[in-house]
């Protein structure tokens, strides 16, 4: 069982930054592609970005340029840096793991889940 927790969210200007983490705890870190998915108030969750256990990136259109995901495996932690924000990027923000896949879009392949950080970007 896998357990993950999110951090980093708050309020910020449209064009300014954040850095959400996620810390796993009760598996083996390295054998999990891990993604972030979001989900805005009244829309259904969609896919951000991900990165396999072999380290190959996946990434949202609206987001490619501008967010960047990265894993520790020694720290059993995956970040998200998001630069140039902007208001339709608010949602809350979750932390997924799937078992040895490449970073899959899919968010039904995803075995565990965060509880989710909001992010908010003010305009």
């Known amino acids: 069982q896998v357990q993950l927790v999110e951090s980093g969210g708050g309020l910020v200007q449209a064009g300014g930054s954040l850095r959400l983490s996620c810390a796993a705890s009760?598996?083996?870190?390295?054998?999990?592609?891990m993604g972030w998915f979001r989900q805005a108030p009244g829309k259904e969750r969609e896919f951000v970005a991900a990165i396999g256990w072999t380290g190959y990136r996946n990434y949202a259109d609206s987001v490619k340029g501008r967010f960047t995901i990265s894993r520790d495996n020694a720290k059993n932690t995956v970040s998200l840096q998001m630069n140039s924000l902007k208001p339709e990027d608010t949602a809350v923000y979750y932390c997924?793991?799937?078992?040895?896949?490449?970073?899959?879009?899919?968010?039904?392949?995803?075995?565990?889940w965060g509880q989710g950080t909001q992010v908010t970007v003010s305009s």
């Open positions: 997924a793991a799937d078992w040895r896949s490449t970073g899959s879009a899919i968010d039904q392949q995803y075995d565990y």
């Open positions: 009760g598996g083996t870190f390295y054998n999990y592609a």
